[in-house]
């Protein structure tokens, strides 16, 4: 005879039928999220790719009570023991073609544009900043079913009298023509509707990151795309060269050497013979013209963090502005213009997050940080 679950005389089976219910509503699930495929990472990105250095000249190692480092975080001078990576890699001077290169190299880097995935497992690029015209094979994705990203792209448009043509779009099978190809891994964000994707460097290259968020608009930004008050928070590092952003006479280039002798935006660290580490938070407004103006609160504000400066938006919602602290600081940077809202809520306009993703492109200035609509 088999034996089954001993039930006691008079026991009703849907009395037992409920407590199996209810033990199994007590009982914790975990629901992990999942990716459906390649066809989650479609549409226009903004990208900002950078690497920091890796050692501090002078720093005391960690729990000791010897002082404290003096030197500001710098890349590895020279190429690392077993290393293969060449000392110098040299690419297009193209979005695509700059990050590649930062990517494919050792050094330090800070560059941003726009990309395209066409949700089949091709990455796009166009060749010329701001362009509209993304039609140029530059990489290739898979999206796995745990939403994990392998990612390898390149620089298309290196012009050598050995290289292939670019390839412009065409169909899933076609091989991926570029140079300092990488290989990045990385998580999609926002499933259904990735708004963002974080990736890493792999290889003899790591150490870089690079984030991709959805731009704020496919084709049609303009200056009056940023509008309203934005917090901006970044850091970076200088070089004496580069000079402390202080503009000298009537010029921008901010070469000059002298120490503000007020307080604002941007703030200096310890000097070395490397550089000069450096960190930016401060409120901007921006009129929807082009400009970052001075309102009435920030001027009366005990903080003075006001910034103004100027901005041009390309119609592929990357751009570049120059900003200027209190204290006469400024400095350039180019940006991409993304919406950070959650994937559920990116097609709702009440509930768009406008941020500016920025790198300092000023010659000796290495940063970046971003500008979130408040």
Do not use: H, W
Not at 177 to 204: F, K, P, Y
């Amino acid at each position: 005879m088999k034996r089954g679950i001993p039930l006691k005389q008079g026991m009703p089976f849907a009395t037992i039928a409920a407590a199996l219910m209810v033990l199994s509503l007590v009982t914790p699930v975990v629901q992990a999220r999942t990716c459906s495929g390649n066809g989650d990472v479609i549409g226009s990105y903004g990208f900002t790719g950078s690497r920091s250095g890796f050692f501090l000249v002078g720093a005391t190692a960690p729990g000791t009570t010897v002082g404290i480092g003096a030197g500001p975080l710098i890349p590895v001078a020279v190429t690392p023991p077993g290393s293969t990576v060449p000392t110098t890699v040299s690419g297009s001077n193209t979005p695509i073609g700059n990050l590649a290169t930062g990517l494919s190299s050792r050094n330090s880097f800070a560059f941003t544009g726009r990309l395209f995935a066409d949700g089949s497992g091709n990455i796009y690029a166009a060749q010329t900043a701001g362009s509209l015209v993304a039609n140029t094979l530059a990489g290739k994705y898979t999206v796995s079913s745990d939403c994990a990203i392998t990612m390898t792209i390149g620089d298309p448009f290196v012009s050598t009298t050995a290289s292939t043509p670019p390839v412009l779009i065409t169909g899933p099978a076609v091989t991926l023509s570029v140079v300092n190809s990488v290989t990045l891994e990385g998580v999609v964000i926002n499933t259904g509707n990735a708004q963002e994707i974080d990736l890493v460097s792999t290889g003899a290259t790591a150490g870089a990151v690079v984030t991709l968020s959805r731009t704020a608009q496919s084709s049609s930004c303009t200056n009056a795309s940023v509008t309203g008050t934005y917090g901006i928070s970044g850091q970076g590092l200088f070089s004496t060269a580069a000079g402390t952003g202080l503009a000298t006479g009537t010029g921008t280039t901010g070469g000059t050497t002298a120490t503000p002798t007020l307080t604002g935006a941007f703030t200096p660290g310890v000097s070395s013979p490397v550089g000069t580490p450096f960190n930016v938070l401060g409120r901007a407004v921006a009129d929807g013209s082009g400009n970052f103006v001075t309102d009435s609160l920030s001027t009366t504000s005990a903080v003075k963090r006001a910034i103004t400066g100027t901005y041009v938006v390309n119609a592929d919602c990357t751009g570049t502005a120059r900003l200027i602290d209190s204290a006469g600081v400024g400095r350039n940077v180019a940006f991409v213009l993304v919406n950070e809202a959650p994937g559920c809520l990116a097609g709702n306009a009440a509930s768009k997050q406008d941020s500016l993703d920025f790198v300092f492109t000023d010659p000796g200035v290495i940063g970046s940080g971003t500008a979130k609509q408040q």
